[in-house]
């Protein structure tokens, strides 16, 4: 028997192709209690170029025209549509963060560094050395216990303000700033033992704003740490509350276990009237840096309005399955 290996490499882009139509459409479906259902809307920039690859090894191989495959290209042209108005705004839409002004005084300049460490990870000596060539004015570590802390303790002298709560449930944090922190406050929006830091940054310049640093739990179940397996996520709605009833300009940072362009994300982005600084600007994904292909952006900056933006970047690897994510703000003075 003679096999058409034409055929069969045909038939399953076809196959492949229709479980990313399938998949694309699955991902439109939001306000569901099933983790894998939510996670569908990460991988959008993956989907897309899936979608991308198929129609063009389809329109290869195609040499004869079936109602099936005419139904996946289809498909996938939709699918190409779907994840292109989800993620196109990052890529070539408008900055929602304006540039900052090239003769703003630094003064009212910061740096600011957040990275999820990964608890397991001991290879602090990296991630210490990021800090040194970077230099940011606060660093925002996640996932520390008590081993973490205790090597980041080094920054004490050159970080005087700083806020720590390690643990060992993969949500502690610790804050350290060149900035005096002020009216400093650790709440707990859902789970007891998953902190949020929340203080009054004070600048140079003299002026202030409100810096909010979270770590939601994950969409995915785990016996280890804390979940929201068959419950809504709301920390993030609390911090959007919170943000819409301050009087001074906001920052919202940290790991959000969630895509931006997620409805949960959204809501809290509207509800705080905030900004994402990648919007105009880029995905920057900042997980898996353990995978090449399968990587999204989770770990973001958002901003009230006054804030201009100098620089965004994304670290580099340094042990975690997190890249760090660095951003120089601008505070303008009032005029």
């Not at 229709?18 to 569901?32: C, E, K, P």
């Not at 139904?71 to 990052?90: N, R, T």
């Not at 610790?174 to 789970?191: G, M, V």
């Amino acid at each position: 028997m003679k096999v058409n290996l034409r055929s069969v490499f045909l038939n399953i882009i076809l196959g492949v192709g229709f479980l990313v139509i399938l998949l694309s459409g699955l991902s439109l479906i939001h306000d569901v209690s099933y983790w894998y259902a939510k996670i569908l809307d990460f991988p959008r920039l993956q989907y897309l170029l899936l979608s991308l690859l198929c129609i063009i090894l389809i329109l290869f191989l195609k040499w004869r025209w079936t109602s099936i495959s005419v139904f996946v290209v289809l498909g996938l042209a939709g699918s190409i549509i779907i994840h292109s108005v989800k993620i196109g705004p990052y890529l070539v839409g408008q900055k929602k963060v304006a540039a900052a002004d090239i003769n703003h005084s630094k003064a009212s300049s910061f740096k600011l560094l957040i990275a999820n460490v990964l608890i397991s990870n001991r290879n602090a000596d990296a991630f210490l050395q990021l800090i040194e060539e970077h230099d940011p004015d606060m660093v925002l570590a996640m996932e520390v216990d008590a081993w973490w802390v205790k090597q980041l303790q080094i920054l004490n002298p050159e970080f005087p303000y700083r806020m720590e709560h390690p643990l060992d449930n993969a949500y502690g944090m610790a804050l350290y700033s060149k900035l005096p922190l002020n009216d400093a406050k650790k709440r707990f929006l859902k789970h007891d033992d998953v902190p949020s830091f929340h203080a009054t940054v004070a600048l140079p310049s003299g002026q202030k704003f409100a810096f909010h640093g979270i770590h939601p739990v994950a969409p995915f179940p785990s016996e280890k740490y804390p979940d929201n397996i068959g419950e809504s996520e709301v920390a993030l709605a609390k911090v959007g509350a919170l943000v819409a009833k301050e009087q001074l300009p906001s920052i919202v940072a940290g790991d959000f276990n969630d895509v931006s362009w997620s409805k949960t994300t959204r809501f809290f982005e509207n509800r705080g009237d905030l900004r994402n600084v990648r919007l105009g600007r880029g995905l920057f994904n900042s997980f898996s840096a353990d995978s090449f292909f399968m990587r999204w952006p989770l770990d973001h900056f958002f901003v009230s309005e006054e804030f201009q933006l100098k620089e965004l970047e994304r670290l580099g690897d340094f042990g975690s399955d997190h890249f760090p994510m660095l951003a120089e703000f601008v505070l303008p003075i009032p005029k």
